[in-house]
């Protein structure tokens, strides 16, 4: 059972911006970066996101994220229909000594 | 490139062990750590561990998989083995592989994942 959540999902049609929350604690988010990741059945996860805000090279700057408090955000602006995955927020626990993950939402482009 | 090839999917009875390779490639093995990270179907992401190879080979392991998860590595090869006993059917899941530059708090590369199926 996560102890970070998301909103199981989230939809927009081509060109709109959808964004995605994550809700933590003080111990995870609360305390450190954040990390997102894109993950499609059959393939890889993807780094999208890293250190909260800062992206990897190759990763379209149609995706940014941010945090306040306990609370971090993925931002996908000029949504495409390729963007359709699941993605999860992800963070380092200082009370469980562990890496956590957010339960996931699943981005549709209708 | 930076690789991270995973074997192939395996069935396995309750009680079993099973064992998953990580085969690195593109890197200096030795200059990074590698985690495990399973999704079982419907859930999120779950962390299962780290073998910090720049460090010792230190490894850390998830509460709820010691006892149970032996993490090695073959440096000869740049693989890392992952093993999980007494199985279990809510083991079911793909398990993967993935690299973390020392202290960078975030995964960059994975492998492909490995689907492991506990069945009787």
């Known amino acids: 059972q996560s102890v970070v959540t998301q909103p199981p999902s989230a939809s927009g049609t081509p060109g709109q911006r959808v964004t995605i929350s994550c809700s933590g604690s003080d111990s995870n988010i609360g305390s450190n970066y954040v990390n997102w990741y894109q993950l499609v059945p059959g393939t890889a996860p993807n780094l999208l996101i890293h250190s909260t805000n800062q992206r990897p090279s190759g990763v379209p700057d149609r995706f940014s994220g941010s945090k306040s408090g306990t609370s971090a955000s993925l931002a996908i602006s000029g949504l495409q229909s390729e963007d359709e995955a699941d993605y999860h927020c992800a963070a380092y626990d200082d009370s469980l000594h562990a890496y956590v993950f957010g339960t996931g939402t699943r981005v549709n482009v209708l | 490139q930076v690789q991270l090839v995973q074997s192939g999917a395996e069935v396995k009875k309750p009680g079993a062990s099973v064992e998953i390779t990580c085969k690195t490639s593109?890197?200096?093995?030795?200059?990074?750590?590698v985690h495990w990270v399973r999704q079982a179907p419907g859930q999120g992401p779950e962390w299962m561990g780290v073998?910090?190879?720049?460090?010792?080979?230190?490894?850390q392991l998830a509460q709820q998989f010691q006892g149970r998860v032996t993490v090695t590595r073959d440096t000869s090869t740049s693989t890392v083995y992952m093993e999980l006993s007494s199985v279990r059917s809510d083991d079911t899941a793909i398990y993967y592989c993935?690299?973390?530059?020392?202290?960078?708090?975030?995964?960059?590369?994975w492998g492909q994942g490995t689907r492991i199926t506990v069945s009787s």
């Open positions: 993935a690299r973390e530059s020392p202290s960078s708090y975030y995964f960059d590369y």
């Open positions: 593109g890197y200096t093995f030795t200059n990074y750590f």
């Open positions: 073998i910090r190879l720049s460090d010792g080979n230190r490894i």
